[in-house]
């Protein structure tokens, strides 16, 4: 067993201690809370489980639930599926591949909020403004003040945003196929659908696992899209789970049910990407 030197320790130490003081801490004591009626000031009663009880009862709550899984499972299917096509597209031999590829993960870079305001601004002007100009009428009225519509224009931010990152993980990926399992397979007669179903996408199904996981936890937890686009609204059409936690426990009063809430969220989005993991590789193993 190597014998770590007293620095190694005293370079990890304060990492540590920042992580535990800034992290584990609040979260330990937003579990506490989560037992208590705690407003977010002033003195409070431990009162069990009621808050966990009242979560489930609660139509507001169950909608937000609903309307995040509904977000999550659209936008991880749209980025991977888009990323997929373009990591594929990027990485046969054209011109400007590089700056392709740089072209393509600006987005990522970008900030968040600001890429809300800028697209709030297109959907509320620019696109209505073009529409009447060409006769399109479903596009005239801005989308985000519909609440049947509102959460399409959240998805189509969301996934272009999000398809950069996926898009050079699965060029990694793709870079570790050997070309000469193409070059047999093009001989053998395997048109393009047939070396994607069974080379590609085969010996990259652990690019896909990963991109799967983060995909769905990072939309489980979209909050900046939302806060930047309609703030949850038109009404609460598009209030996901974390901007109504954010909303009720710093603002509404509800400090400690809002804590509950985002227990039960935590262990929701722990217990979906373990299942995750299983069920793809699993798959991996069977391809």
Not at 66 to 93: E, M
Not at 110 to 116: A, T, Y
């Amino acid at each position: 067993m190597v014998k770590q030197s007293k620095t190694y320790y005293w370079m990890v130490l304060p990492a540590f201690l920042i992580f535990f003081v800034f992290h584990t801490v609040p979260v330990f004591q937003g579990m506490i809370y989560s037992f208590t009626n705690y407003k977010g000031y002033g003195d409070f009663n431990f009162v069990g489980l009621k808050n966990y009880v009242n979560l489930f009862q609660d139509q507001r709550i169950l909608a937000s639930y609903g309307f995040t899984f509904k977000f999550a499972i659209v936008s991880t299917l749209l980025v991977n599926i888009i990323s997929l096509a373009i990591a594929i597209g990027l990485n046969a031999k054209i011109k400007f591949q590089n700056t392709l590829r740089a072209v393509f993960f600006v987005p990522n870079i970008l900030s968040v909020l600001i890429v809300g305001f800028i697209f709030n601004y297109l959907f509320a002007f620019f696109i209505p403004q073009i529409a009447e100009k060409l006769g399109i009428t479903s596009l005239t009225q801005n989308i985000l003040g519909n609440p049947d519509l509102a959460w399409v224009g959240i998805v189509i931010v969301a996934v272009w945003q999000a398809v950069a990152f996926n898009t050079i993980l699965y060029l990694a990926g793709l870079q570790t196929i050997p070309t000469e399992l193409y070059e047999a397979a093009s001989l053998d007669g395997a048109g393009k659908w047939k070396s994607f179903k069974h080379i590609t996408f085969p010996l990259i199904a652990s690019f896909f696992t990963i991109n799967m996981v983060l995909a769905m936890k990072n939309f489980l937890m979209v909050f900046d899209h939302i806060i930047a686009m309609t703030n949850g609204g038109p009404g609460q059409s598009t209030e996901a789970i974390s901007v109504l936690i954010y909303k009720g426990g710093f603002s509404g009063g509800e400090f400690a049910y809002q804590a509950a809430n985002s227990v039960v969220y935590f262990i929701l989005i722990v217990v979906i990407s373990i299942l995750q993991i299983k069920f793809l590789q699993k798959r991996e193993v069977d391809m």
